[in-house]
């Protein structure tokens, strides 16, 4: 059983709000991905990182940053929160070597 | 990576088996076959891969044609717990890249 967590699991906040989407695992995984996901549609990878200090941009452009200072832990944040970022936002992992990813339980956005 | 068709969605009565169709036919030697499936507002979750020889786990059978073209994913006795959204990924193991995936195919489980 992976053990890969988010929080918050919801988030309703205002335009303009700075926020960050936590995501962590305990599997001492390399690889980490962020994913975003309107209902019904595609997953979009949107970040990833292959270990500490590697971040890269996925396919789908996004205003979002992310960080990666510890191997457990890859931070999103958004500096100022929009409606367009409405959104589920899925954190996943996987061993280097080894393509099974784990998915964390999502975090859903809601920016009024 | 090799791009993968799925049919959009399919229904399947309860208890009964789910065959999902994958074709691959762009497939190349040292590409794998995997499939995750996602129920409604969860995370994806892996469900098995394969390279071409049938495989089977706890969850599911993964049957690869010879000429791995195509692959069926099986749901052996379906239930309600099985709906969800099933994606077929084709890419070669241990590369260093991130997973594309596609539109997959929406699976009904009708009581």
């Known amino acids: 059983e992976a053990d890969i967590y988010q929080t918050p699991r919801y988030l309703v906040i205002g335009t303009g709000k700075k926020i960050t989407l936590e995501c962590s695992q305990t599997?001492?995984?390399?690889?980490m991905y962020w994913y975003q996901q309107d209902p019904g549609m595609e997953l979009h990878l949107i970040h990833y990182s292959y270990g500490v200090n590697s971040t890269e941009k996925g396919d789908l452009s996004s205003e979002s940053t992310v960080s990666r200072i510890r191997t457990e832990h890859f931070p999103l944040t958004l500096e100022s929160a929009r409606p367009s970022h409405t959104s589920q936002y899925l954190c996943?992992?996987?061993?280097?070597?080894?393509?099974?990813?784990?998915f964390g339980p999502g975090t859903r956005l809601l920016v009024l | 990576d090799a791009k993968t068709t799925q049919p959009t969605s399919m229904d399947c009565a309860e208890g009964r088996a789910a065959n999902l169709p994958c074709n691959h036919s762009?497939?190349?030697?040292?590409?794998?076959v995997y499939w995750y499936r996602q129920i409604h507002s969860q995370g994806p979750q892996y469900i098995i891969h394969?390279?071409?020889n049938n495989e089977t786990n706890e969850m599911a059978s993964l049957i690869i044609t010879e000429d791995r073209k195509s692959s069926t994913l099986i749901l052996p006795h379906a239930t309600l717990r099985d709906t969800a959204v099933y994606y077929c990924?084709?890419?070669?193991?241990?590369?260093?890249?991130?997973?594309?995936f596609g539109k997959g195919t929406r699976l009904h489980i009708l009581p």
């Open positions: 996943a992992s996987s061993e280097f070597g080894r393509e099974t990813q784990y």
């Open positions: 394969g390279l071409k």
């Open positions: 990924i084709v890419r070669v193991m241990n590369r260093d890249d991130k997973i594309i």
């Open positions: 599997m001492g995984h390399d690889k």
């Open positions: 762009t497939i190349s030697g040292n590409e794998y």
